[in-house]
């Protein structure tokens, strides 16, 4: 068990003072700190949830993409969105037309989101394979 200093009373006319003998040196459930308790209870109440609001800016479009390139540097994720052309058997076009630029925590935070929807998708659709089917076509 960690020691802690006690003070029985707390010094008078600093509330600042009070708050942090509360927060880093209380530990309910002390007999002796009973009078403490009761003049400074701890009230541990969660925050409540945020009201999410989702706007659509007059910018906002939905495209489909077939193409997700991935640049990264020190600083950012770049997301590069497009759609593949094949208009002959050896001629493939990609044609970008959304970059997205992402901090390491978001791009983080995609992964984990992305990994839990895909595997509740193969939960319920059957494991995603990423072979082409019958072609030489490649998967990136």
Known sequence: MP???RRKIPSTGCTKNVKNLKDKW???G???DAGFAARYPMVMTPPA???IQL???PEYRENYANSVQVRVNLWDFL???GRVNQSTPDAVSIHNFQGVYLSPQQAKALL???QQNVTQYESAFGEIRLEPHGGTAVVQ
């Open 112 to 114: 984990n989101i992305l």
């Open 3 to 5: 020691h802690f200093i």
């Open 55 to 57: 706007i659509n800016t």
């Open 79 to 81: 997301l590069l969105f």
């Open 49 to 51: 949830a945020p009201k």
């Open 26 to 28: 209380y530990e309910p």
């Open 30 to 32: 002390h007999a002796r």
